[in-house]
């Protein structure tokens, strides 16, 4: 599978990650440098699709910016009230992770360092890190700032060098010039690629080849398979499938029975298969903001003025991307960490804040019951080209009238910043409001 560095002479030789060299292991070493970082499989000089991923990227930049903090825990996120947006592996072997409450993970471990994140600052370090990616294949797809997809077909020519050959190359630049690290899974597509990204963080090089597949797979759990969330995995759970294997033995038509579309796509993922393409043009599915109270706050009137200014950031975020989207989706948490989330889908799409700001209001009525919230949200999804967006509104006779006083705002901010103008209804909710944090959106 992976870290392999014995083999057949009929075995491609092993790559040494530290130095690139190409040659026959000694001690299971690189016989160049010494170094033990070998990878050597099968198939290595045959496969092309990879899954890149930045090791513990936020909190890898903030070590890398402040050396003192190279041997302590760090966690990434907002304050006692909020959650962590990511933490370093010293952290996480105490039991910290990703989306955990603050509070939970400062129990676990209490001499962790806390630092805000820096969007600005980590956005800038991903444009970078994409940069070098494109450099290496224009098939790159984003799935997060830190992490993407890669298909390095045809490559060879170009960069004098195998796929397998050129990644390694690239994790090394990105150590040396960058400060960060990397974990890169290789194999014949996508979903066993992020599949081998995770297996050997950080600084990790995974190989799953076509071969092999299949019994890779048989004996991992089925939580492994994307789109295959807690709930679904209960309902697999409960018709006592726990592994891919069992899933291996069953007939496809009998999963497409009992489970839909979903059951198709359980098929083919269990053997290995999937014929997605890498896809460079996938973009952002939905727009997106949040905000975490540092009290829990109910009641309507206290709710709506947040809501509003959530609303106005996206559709700010929309009209700089040149973008609207049809369906408004309200996001709350509850005391007890409860996530709800109602969506309405508009008749056209939209970038307006006033109309996001509408739907979303008549979706927060209903759940503004009396019950204590510690998070809301709002975000567009569906997303379309802006020329598309906003047409006349002949049911409405005052969204005529409420968008050319929006597109008014907006250039009165353009050039005197976002807080030249605010509606009494935000301006009520800055004065007022219990304070919070905003959420990456």
């Not at 890149?52 to 907002?78: S, Y």
């Not at 190989?207 to 797979?217: H, P």
């Amino acid at each position: 599978m992976t870290e392999n560095p014995g083999g057949t002479p009929a075995h491609p030789l092993p790559l040494c990650r530290d130095c690139g060299a190409r040659a026959p292991a000694r001690r299971d070493r690189c016989a160049r440098c010494g170094s033990p970082r070998l990878v050597a499989h099968p198939e290595l000089d045959r496969l092309a699709i990879a899954h890149i991923d930045c090791d513990a990227f936020f909190a890898a930049i903030e070590k890398r910016d402040n050396p003192q903090l190279r041997d302590l825990p760090v966690i990434v996120g907002g304050g006692r009230r909020g959650v962590v947006s990511t933490c370093c592996y010293i952290a996480r072997i105490h039991g910290v992770r990703s989306a955990m409450p603050m509070f939970k993970a400062l129990e676990a471990c209490p001499d962790a360092v806390v630092i805000k994140p820096n969007l600005a600052k980590y956005s800038e370090v991903g444009r970078q890190v994409r940069e070098r990616m494109l450099a290496l294949t224009p098939l790159v797809e984003p799935v997060s700032i830190d992490e993407a997809f890669l298909d390095l077909t045809g490559t060879q020519r170009l960069h004098r060098a195998s796929p397998a050959e050129t990644l390694a190359a690239f994790a090394r630049a990105l150590e040396a010039d960058l400060g960060i690290s990397a974990s890169i899974g290789l194999a014949p597509n996508k979903f066993l690629a992020k599949i081998a990204s995770d297996l050997d963080k950080p600084r990790g090089f995974s190989v799953i080849g076509a071969a092999e597949a299949r019994a890779f797979l048989a004996e991992r759990p089925v939580g492994i398979i994307w789109g295959i969330g807690k709930v679904f995995q209960a309902k697999l759970a409960a018709d006592g499938i726990r592994t891919i294997g069992q899933l291996q033995a069953m007939d496809p038509t009998d999963l497409l029975r009992r489970y839909g579309a979903l059951g198709q796509r359980l098929a083919r993922l269990a053997t290995g298969a999937d014929d997605r393409p890498v896809s460079p043009d996938r973009g952002a599915k939905s727009i997106s903001a949040e905000t975490t109270f540092d009290t829990d706050i109910a009641g309507l009137d206290r709710l709506r003025p947040i809501l509003r200014e959530l609303s106005e950031k996206v559709s700010q975020r929309l009209k700089r991307a040149g973008l609207g989207g049809r369906t408004v989706t309200l996001k709350l948490k509850t005391a007890d960490f409860r996530i709800l989330t109602r969506s309405r889908q508009l008749a056209d799409p939209t970038q307006l804040a006033d109309r996001i700001f509408r739907a979303g209001d008549d979706l927060l009525g209903p759940e503004a019951d009396g019950r204590r919230f510690r998070l809301i949200g709002i975000g567009v999804g569906e997303l379309a080209d802006a020329g598309s967006a906003d047409p006349g509104d002949l049911l409405d006779a005052g969204a005529g009238r409420r968008a050319r006083a929006e597109q008014a705002m907006d250039k009165v901010r353009d050039r005197f910043g976002t807080e030249a103008v605010e509606l009494g209804l935000v301006h009520a909710s800055r004065a007022r409001r219990t304070p919070g944090r905003p959420d990456e959106a």
